[in-house]
DNA sequence: CGGATTGTTGAGGATACTCAAGTTAGGTGG
DNA sequence: CCACCTAACTTGAGTATCCTCAACAATCCG
């Protein structure tokens, strides 16, 4: 509920190379606020009067169909915006954003956008880099949904949590938040069966290590051979 | 080959807020190119050396995977932007665009990208409004892989299609430039044998005029009710 | 007019979904 | 701390959708 100390920001990339004095305007204009776990910060169909720059925890954004369907559009880790439906020319927000863990965001009223935007090209530019990578990560699925079939698509839906979200350890990548197995469905397009059946026969095979909303790619190297079809899939 | 003049820059988009002598300047590091139908502006995984926003004609965007399978990306219209890698935080070129007709562009080096982004704010937010309908719209793809059958999927391509490229005229909205089977099956993530078999039943039923590389769609409307889910489809 | 590209249509079959039933894990309250 | 309850997950069986394969037809262009 409080505006943020200076040295917050400056840890974000959005805002890394500006001055003290900069960072202090911009920080005037903040709010810094928790999150628990579950808590929503904007929901689909809202008006868009705030964006965010996370800086801790872990959001999921979700869209809902018009026939109820859900899909996870993506995680958002700290450092990243998320809520700049002004910045794509809208109004409303898109998506609904909720907490998966308890987490701390900064939020600035989105009339400050076009303002911040205008006087600060390192923001701009680091934006648009963060909004590109959105897009090609975007395309990415489009190219996976329309090429591959489902144990490969599962497995760069697997492998690029690893690499967005995972956290090094001695036994592989872990996916320090939770992550259910119908999160994955609605990362890979499928159905949480399907991604049950997938996992389980990795695991079988030491290549993951799965539970309860837990995730650890133990061998990344060999998923990465089945991903990209150079190994055959393990399932049935 | 030649500069183009400041009358032109005017007409598109992102630089119609700009002063003359602005658009002089910006003019003054451009060329204008024609691109035959067929001709590429760049390949994929080409080193992004220019930036274009498209005058006349349209383009298709691909992508090739690595199995050999290829996806449209999308179809850019004039006054668009692309080729924008830079933009994205890349350093080549993450597809291959193509002319579809006959095609000018308007190119700048990529290193005038920065400088152009930091002077002229408008710019960059028209910009970032472009790549924020990509995003979006991408978005919108992977939701209908992720949940639709085919045949809607495919009413939504064409309804896309026929809203972002479609010409109004007296029987319908029609797509006026050549798109094949082919193209929108790897818009919609299917073949071009589903497609082919779909537009047959929906040309049966009134709603379009199909023919080779020709789409005219006669009844949006009713399209919309089949693509939404509120009405059954026609095929089989 | 001939070749090449694009599109049509049918048959068969595999993939992955749906439906169903049961199991495990974790959190909560007594 | 244990019992219960719910949410998450597992596994099996049957089947619909849509892809693959194949052959042919139509259209365009030079």
Redesign the pocket.
């Known amino acids: 509920m409080t505006a943020p100390d200076r040295s917050i920001l400056k840890a974000l990339p959005p805002f890394a190379r500006l001055t003290d004095a900069e960072l202090d305007e911009i920080a005037a204009t903040a709010t810094s606020r928790l999150y628990c776990a579950g808590m929503s910060l904007y929901g689909q169909g809202d008006d868009a009067e705030e964006f965010y720059v996370v800086v801790l925890g872990r959001l999921r954004v979700t869209q809902i169909t018009s026939t109820g369907e859900q899909i996870v559009v993506r995680v958002v880790n700290p450092g990243e915006l998320c809520g700049i439906a002004h910045a794509l020319g809208r109004t409303t927000y898109p998506a609904t954003a909720m907490a998966v863990v308890d987490s701390v965001a900064l939020a600035w009223p989105t009339d400050r956008w076009d303002d911040i935007v205008r006087r600060f090209p390192s923001f701009a530019q680091v934006a648009m880099g963060m909004i590109g990578g959105r897009l090609q990560e975007a395309h990415a699925r489009i190219r996976e949904m329309s090429t ?4 490969r ?1 599962v497995g760069h839906t697997v492998l690029r949590l690893a690499q967005q979200s995972g956290k090094r350890e001695p036994e592989g990548i872990r996916i320090d938040f939770p ?5 994955l ?1 609605e990362m890979a ?9 997938i ?2 026969a990795w ?1 079988e095979a030491g290549l993951v290590g ?5 995730l650890l790619v133990k061998e990344p190297h060999r998923l990465l051979l089945i991903a990209d079809g150079a190994e055959e ?1 393990l ?2």
């Open positions: 591959e079939v489902v144990e698509r992550i259910s197995k119908q999160d469905a397009g499928t159905t949480l069966h399907t991604v049950s059946r996992l389980t695991e799965t539970g309860r909303q837990k899939g399932l049935r």
